[in-house]
């Protein structure tokens, strides 16, 4: 059983995909995922880009991968390392990459940015790890 660190657009993803937690996987994430989520649904309505029912919808489909949220003191202390080690602006990035390095195989991401900013910190692996072993049509593997 792998264990992938994801952020909020690969929780996103995976719930367009068939909203199935990846058998086989363990998915942690910051606390800040819930928030983050939210906001990143909020402006997609508030642009017109989503209707707000289906944003309830993917929110709740989002809760229902059973991902483990973390955000004890250790991990607040490694980001905080982390964000001043790589020069970022603020914790939220490190606190993926402080989880990553603490408790997972690899970051699942599906921004560049973070990517690059993982370089050297963390292994990343492509969203793909976590779709592979579903069937065509969204369906995960029985």
Known sequence: MATYVITPEVALHLVRDGAAAPAGHQLPAPTLL?????????????R?????RDAERALDA???????LLGDRVLQATAWRIAERLGLPDTLDAEYLALTRLQADALVTLDPGLVAAAEGVVPTAPVEVLTA???????GRA
């Open 48 to 52: 017109g880009e989503l209707a707000e």
């Open 133 to 139: 072993a579903r069937r065509p049509g969204g369906q």
């Open 62 to 68: 989002v809760r229902a991968l059973r991902i483990r």
């Open 34 to 46: 819930r928030s983050q989520l939210l906001s990143l649904l909020y402006g997609a309505v508030r």
